[in-house]
Nanobody, 127 residues
Framework: QVQLVESGGGLVPAGDSLRLSCVAS?????????MAWFRQGPGKEREFVAA????????YYSDSVKGRAAIFRDNARRMIDLEMNSLKPEDTAIYYC???????????????????WGQGTQVTVSS
């Protein structure tokens, strides 16, 4: 079991940067999980943003954020961060932190691979 709480969202102008954080709590060891960020924009389906392996050694990004985003994890602090630069209005969405017990691989772009989710944090990018 793991509980996830996101923070760091807000209203930012286009071109700015933002750093989101997700803290995990619960009895299961944090290093058990591969972690990811997803987002859901208004009227859109939930989409994959970035993932990081249990040890931080592997990362994967969606094409929509590649080159503008970086995902980090600190296992000692049981947290992951998502830093996004050059924000665009189309980045506006609720951003969710997710944890998966599945092995690392490209299948982790699929939200169905994640059994644990945070409540989300709203990011709004103004034009």
């Amino acid at each position: 079991q793991v509980q996830l709480v996101e923070s760091g969202g807000g209203l930012v102008p286009a071109g700015d940067s933002l750093r989101l954080s997700c803290v995990a709590s619960g009895g299961t060891s944090f290093i058990t999980f591969n972690m990811a960020w997803f987002r859901q924009g208004p009227g859109k389906e939930r989409e994959f943003v970035a993932a990081i392996s249990w040890d931080g050694g592997d990362t994967y990004y969606s094409d929509s954020v590649k080159g503008r985003a970086a995902i980090f994890r600190d296992n000692a602090r049981r947290m992951i961060d998502l830093e996004m630069n050059s924000l665009k209005p189309e980045d506006t969405a609720i951003y969710y932190c997710a944890a998966s017990l599945r092995v690392w691989g490209r299948h982790l772009v699929n939200y169905a691979e994640y059994g644990y989710w945070g409540q989300g944090t709203q990011v709004t990018v103004s034009s």
